[in-house]
């Protein structure tokens, strides 16, 4: 192989104190032990050929399939406060501590407690205008999913006609004596135009998240949402969604885009529709969880912090395998990589497997609480939490000039598929670092598939590619070696 | 959305007569028709506003998932000379007739016929050395595949001790003292280390394309050869291989990695391994095919071609679903999508489904033979035939000069997730019309996923995205209508 010489210097511009300042000159400066390893400006080449050393150990022998294995298998799911999450605690912090972290702690944290409870059933009756009594034929059953935080249904269910409506703004627009009484539909296709699926995704949300509320103002019984994904398949997709105060709390259920289609083909045709849905789950008081963190202490700058972290819980179907057991092990197994091709970071960094990110974001205001109360001083905040596919980007939370001055990163990248440093949403779990750090980022590959198993049974072992996952481990690992050079 | 506007003007400097001449200024030049539609100067704010319309017109309502359930689901494999590849040209004429094109014609082609006849036998039995007897346990059966070309066994099959070499450079040195008489297993593995596969592959395909012969000028009985891929499982990959003229043909065939892994180990255990092999192929004599070709017929420059193709015929398993039902639906919807979106060409554009790429490349040769009697101006060849998955780059076949010429694309495909256009293969179909053509280019999509279906039973419908396919279909229209431009 050919190792481009990689020049000029990285200058990120990330250490205001430090900005440009020869890494030799630095270290010499700060005294720190001539014993430990750190590149130079004599070994300024090298940096490609670490990077070349990152990418190889992890496609020939990296621990991203095997991590990810024990996670979906041994674990499975496991929604905050539930024993999946227990278990999987128990296991990333064994993993952890079996890979050479300086330190490998738990940070304990109050977290919600919701259950799905017994199956939910969802019943749909179509009869024709003036047909009268409903025959067996005119019943199917729908695949349905209670969205996270809902409450139960009677535990006879409710039985009422559906409303369909093709956006929140047009359930908003109706005379409330429609509503009133019925179950709300809310038929709103993901817009498939967007090439990066997440932006239909962020255009579509709200109505799950708002759904239950809007259609209670209007005096609905309950709430059925349309799954979010862009597959026509027959798989429900739940989610995280949310009450308010002052208005009635009514159940709220995804269903599979297959069954959307079909109830929506039913009101074309005159139909009347009605749904018998029963929901079973149930609210309970806050329990005690953990955020996992190890911490590989840095040589040069042992109080200065890169953290990379993905988020430990998931919904409780499916394994949790895209969301987001491909982030943990992507944070695990690129601080492993760098351990294990030698590097000794000059600044310390950090693996931290969130806890609660899908329904409450206690783990990563925990860790910002902590942080602050610590007086830490974080230099960037990264988070993998968009699947476990192949890289081609990092989004930057910063201003213009910081995210121009990360650039010159993009030249090593190239090569394995990063084309792309650009403004946009870092994560859901370091935005909680807002205020204590200039420097958020998020971990960005390809989209496409994402939303075929999001929240929902599909999102397995299986539906993730060995080697895309691999290469994510080592675009992160090379991302925190190149933000470690400053 | 916002369009942002594409300037300078495109002068990609194709075709040297027009180069650097105003769209509007040659129109009139030519005195081409004024109702036909073609973007002059005002109009190119207009272009990235199409290229958006090809995009969205493919990933809401386009055809490329029928037309590849179709081919899929409806014919299935087909193998050169079979009764699928049959069924397949007159499944693809048929869509091609549908779709608008100025004319589609069948172009005749001989074509070589081999079959694999009744499925293939592979025992294998391990024995410790001094153990005696083989008891029934230590007999696997192994998952294979006989190679395309290959010849079959005696009826009995043929039975002898496996010598395993991990490349054809160890065969080569060893003395034809311990070949002779022999199997050997050529277990070479393909090497993880490439970030594209496509690389990987090329480094390891000539084990599979060369082991018979080099086999057998060591005097061996037949030859195994690990499947090319880099996933670890139980499907063998079939593919082509070759003889010589002077050296004797031996059966060859491809073992699954689990099994090319567990007789490895055995090996390594020192035990001795016997195969027992039995394939019952055979090759025929020439037979009728055709290529599939459509036509858009330029407004300005009828008799200039932009040709865009696929192959038509696959491997006898699976369903040639990536390989290349995918390259045969890009290249048919990228015309249908021109066409929809109210296009009308200025060059001819040329749909082109080669036939027999995987076993003789005739179809390609016939193609360009004919182009070379008609004396046919082609501006660019373009092929796909690296899957249906997220493009990525365009690779090109001509100078360094020629490639930077063609850089001012990369601003309108950017957004599409088009991040290079660079020098490189173009793929096989096209290369044939090398002496006759500038400008050879290859679709290049994400490639890790695309050696775990390759010639294999896995290579059905099922394991293409729609959105991904949907993408590389409007990727490859966008070139097209950016080509024409010049």
């Given at each position: 192989m050919?190792?481009?010489v ?8 990330l ?12 270290a010499?400066?700060?005294?720190a032990?001539?014993t ?11 940096y ?5 050393t990152?990418f190889?150990s ?12 024990a ?14 999450a ?8 064994k993993?952890?501590l079996?890979?050479?972290?300086d ?16 199956p939910?059933?969802a ?17 199917i059953?729908?695949a ?7 409450v139960?249904t ?8 559906v409303?369909?409506?093709s ?33 239909s ?7 799950r998240?708002?759904?239950a ?10 709430v ?6 862009l ?5 429900p997709h739940t ?9 009635p709390?009514i ?5 599979s ?5 079909y ?29 996992v ?19 430990l819980?998931s ?9 987001d ?7 695990m ?11 000794k ?29 610590n ?22 939370e910063?201003?213009?000039q910081?995210?121009e001055?990360?650039q010159?990163m993009?030249?090593p990248l190239?090569?394995?598929g990063i084309h792309?440093?650009r ?6 779990d370091?935005?909680q670092?807002r205020d ?15 939303f075929?198993?999001h ?15 691999e290469?994510?481990?080592?675009a992160l690992?090379t ?8």
């Open positions: 050919v190792y481009r990689f020049l000029p210097a990285i200058t990120l511009g250490a205001v104190g430090y900005f440009g300042c020869p890494i030799a000159a630095r010499q400066a700060t005294g032990s001539t430990t390893k750190h590149f130079d400006r004599k070994e300024l080449p090298q490609d050929a670490f990077i070349r990152l190889d992890s496609l020939l022998s990296g621990q991203s399939w095997p991590l990810l294995t996670l979906c298998k041994e674990v499975g799911h496991r929604l905050t406060g539930s024993e999946g227990a278990k999987a605690v128990l296991l990333t912090r993993q952890m079996g890979m050479g972290y330190s490998v702690w738990l940070q304990p944290v109050q977290v919600p407690v919701w259950k799905r409870g017994a939910e059933q019943k749909l009756m179509v009869t024709s205008p003036g047909m009268g009594r409903i025959k067996k034929e005119d019943q059953d729908l349905v999913l209670a969205l996270g935080g809902s139960a009677p535990m006879e269910g409710i039985r009422a006609e409303i369909e409506v956006s929140l703004e047009e359930l908003k627009n109706l005379p409330n004596a429609q509503v009133k009484g019925k179950i709300v539909f809310i038929n709103q296709k993901m817009d498939a135009r967007y090439i990066n699926t997440f932006e995704y962020s255009h579509c949300a709200s109505i998240v708002q759904g509320v809007e259609a209670a103002q209007k005096g609905a019984l309950a059925l949402v349309r799954s979010l994904t597959s026509i398949d027959s798989f989610g995280m969604m949310v009450y308010r105060d002052s208005i709390r159940p709220a259920a995804a269903v885009t297959i069954h959307a289609d109830m929506h083909v039913q009101r074309l045709l005159g139909k009347k529709i009605e749904v018998h849905l029963q929901l079973n789950c149930s609210n309970h008081p806050d329990t005690l969880s953990y955020n963190v190890g911490q590989i202490t840095g040589s040069l700058y042992p109080d200065r912090y890169l953290t990379l972290g993905g988020h819980d919904w409780d179907v499916g394994e949790g395998a895209h969301d057991g491909a982030g943990c092990v992507h944070s197994e690129a601080a492993r990589l760098l351990m294990v091709c030698g590097y970071p000059r600044h310390s960094i950090r693996t931290i497997l969130y806890m609660n990110e899908e329904n409450g974001m206690r783990g990563a205001r925990e860790y910002a609480r902590l942080a602050r109360v007086q830490e001083s974080h230099l960037a905040s990264i988070e993998s939490d968009r699947g476990g596919f192949s890289p081609r980007e990092f989004h930057v910063a201003d213009s910081r995210i001055l990360l010159p993009l030249g190239m090569d394995y792309r440093i403004k946009g949403g870092s994560g859901a370091v935005a670092m204590q750090c200039a420097l958020l980022m998020g971990f960005v590959p390809e989209s496409q598939r994402y075929d198993y929240h929902a049974h599909t999102d397995v072992l299986e539906s993730v590619n060995r080697r895309e996952l290469l994510g481990s080592a690992a991302l925190l070696f190149l933000l470690d050079q400053e």
